[in-house]
């Protein structure tokens, strides 16, 4: 038996508003996040209603108690008996005003801020990017799985459908941007004390590798690595973008993590290959999008299979697995890659436009596999934007 987001949410219902209704029936649950033991939860006592004041603290702490043991009674009667619960109250901007965290025991505590375990809420001291309409990390439970190759080919594929789109190799440590965008021969341009970003394959890009030497390796500490990253988004002149996609380093720790929280994104795309071990890192890196509050906007398999000469699909990796994944976490899947020797030679050629013609692309369906895959992004950017009330959809009658 396994807990789902519709367990939780129907626990939920089952909670009195205190301004009439139930928890659900007014809106106030924003986020349910289900991985096997471990589920969170995201409420706005006032969702829909932003006259109303906040419920006190002692308020909020009774309805949190009131959910966890809701919660807790779901996982009972799926088999779990000891999960490890998160709720969050948050205002209207989304910022948490409380945090409590069930332990295996099912007693809620609300967490301190000295808690050392405890991650700062991304929208807390996250900024936007000014003219920057959609920010999107791309992010990877480890490296070499190809989350530089997916957030290139994403930026291109956008910026084929017509979108204005930046790229920002926020992997400072190895930064392979130069290589797969063929920006060697360009010399990074500063006016007024602002960097330019390259225009290459009509795509705006910025990356640390065109401001250090690309022979030394970078050792960066943690608030180096942070400054070198804010420089990069705040120092360039970006202009009007309708998406801006940020290549994270790889895994979980504390760079990706503070990165990704210092900046207000609109989602996160995780890549991942099919193995299982694979797929434990990519589950630990949505959970450290989830923990930031940071939507999960999907996953991609990337060398998933394999097309033989004589023109037979392969499954190396065991295809299927990222996508099983991301089915168990309730996130949307957004497509799968194949693993595919014209795409390496492209990246490493600097020439990723070629990925989306048939011709230099080894065939029909690495194009076919990009352009699924930009389709679902821009799909779920959509839905985003919608739930946040960032654009909501207008009926005309006529
Ligand atoms: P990461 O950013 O996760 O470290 P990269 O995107 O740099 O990974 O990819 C690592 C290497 O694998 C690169 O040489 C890239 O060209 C190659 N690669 C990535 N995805 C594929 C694929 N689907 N088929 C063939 N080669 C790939």
Request: glycine share 12%; charged share 20%; hydrophobic share 40%.
């Amino acid at each position: 038996m396994t807990l789902t987001k519709d367990h939780i949410n129907e626990a939920l219902s089952a909670i009195a508003h205190p301004s009439g209704g139930d928890l659900v029936s007014r809106g106030c649950v924003l986020n349910i996040a289900v991985c096997d033991e471990h589920a969170s939860v995201r409420i706005c006592m006032t969702q829909g209603n932003p006259s109303e004041s906040q419920p006190s603290r002692d308020q909020l702490a009774k309805m949190g108690a009131l959910v966890d043991s809701m919660v807790r009674g779901a996982a009972k009667d799926q088999g779990i008996d000891a999960l490890g619960l998160i709720v969050d109250f948050v205002d209207h901007q989304g910022e948490v005003i409380m945090k409590l965290k069930g332990d295996a025991k099912g007693v809620a505590r609300e967490q301190s801020k000295d808690d050392p375990k405890t991650p700062t809420p991304q929208n807390s001291g996250a900024t936007g990017v000014p003219g920057v309409k959609h920010i999107i990390a791309v992010g990877a439970g480890k490296g070499g799985v190809g989350k530089t190759t997916v957030a290139v080919n994403l930026a291109i594929g956008l910026a084929r459908k017509g979108h204005a789109v930046g790229l920002l190799d926020g992997d400072i440590y190895g930064p392979s941007l130069p290589t797969m965008l063929g920006l060697h021969s360009m010399e990074q341009v500063v006016l007024d004390g602002a960097l330019q970003p390259f225009m290459a394959h009509g795509v705006k890009s910025i990356t640390m590798g065109k401001l250090v030497d690309a022979e030394k390796p970078l050792i960066w500490r943690g608030p180096m690595a942070h400054g070198a990253f804010h420089q990069l988004i705040e120092r360039t002149q970006w202009g009007e973008l309708d998406y801006l996609i940020i290549d994270l380093p790889p895994g979980t720790g504390d760079v990706p993590l503070t990165l990704a929280q210092s900046v207000q994104l609109t989602g996160a795309v995780v890549v991942c290959t099919p193995q299982r071990v694979a797929q434990d890192d990519a589950v630990r890196a949505s959970a450290m999008f989830e923990s930031l509050g940071v939507e999960v906007l999907g996953v991609v398999e990337n060398m998933s299979y394999f097309i033989g000469d004589d023109g037979k699909e392969y499954d190396i990796f065991g295809r299927g697995g990222a996508q099983q994944m991301a089915q168990r976490l309730n996130h949307p899947f957004l497509g799968a890659i194949p693993i595919n020797m014209a795409l390496r030679e492209n990246s490493d050629g600097g020439k990723p436009t070629h990925n989306f013609d048939p011709k230099t692309a080894g065939g029909e369906a690495l194009p076919k596999a990009l352009e699924t895959l930009v389709d679902q992004l821009e799909a779920q950017v959509t839905l985003a934007s919608m739930s946040k009330g960032a654009s909501k959809p207008t009926l005309t009658v006529s």
